[in-house]
């Protein structure tokens, strides 16, 4: 397998979880780091797209279960947190302000660099 095609696959889940699938609960509780349970459900779902994705590249059943584990547990803390950050400093809640998007970059790269370990550990 090459990482390329998986890497993009991968991509393309993150987009579709984050975007498409997200409700408008999960939005406000990712933006608030209040109401953890629709986090937890939303990174369920980043996890459960992946979890399908790696399966379909014939990735072994125990590397799956572990990213799937990892890609849930970091999904909810990065989301938890940028919340959180949100809501105790008003200026990174508010898309009109620079560090909010400083804040959503940092967000973005860190789930990133969670789909680049998915798929260095699944080839490995």
């Known amino acids: 397998m090459t990482a390329f095609p998986l890497l993009i696959s991968l991509l393309v ?12 609960q999960m939005i406000e509780a990712k933006a608030s780091g209040k109401h953890t349970q629709h986090i937890v459900l939303h990174a369920a779902v980043h996890a459960v797209l ?23 547990v970091s999904h909810c803390l990065i989301d938890y947190f940028k919340g959180f950050l949100s809501r105790k400093y008003l200026s990174l809640g508010d898309n009109t302000k620079k560090p909010f998007w400083i804040l959503y970059g940092l967000d973005q790269l860190l789930h990133l660099m969670v789909v680049v370990v998915m798929v260095y550990f699944s080839l490995t």
């Not at 379909?56 to 990213?67: D, E, N, P, S």
């Open 13 to 24: 889940s993150h987009f579709l979880a984050d975007y498409c699938l997200t409700t408008p």
């Open 50 to 72: 992946m979890g399908v994705v790696l399966a379909v590249f014939g990735v072994a059943f125990t590397i799956v279960l572990g990213l799937v584990a990892l890609e849930l």
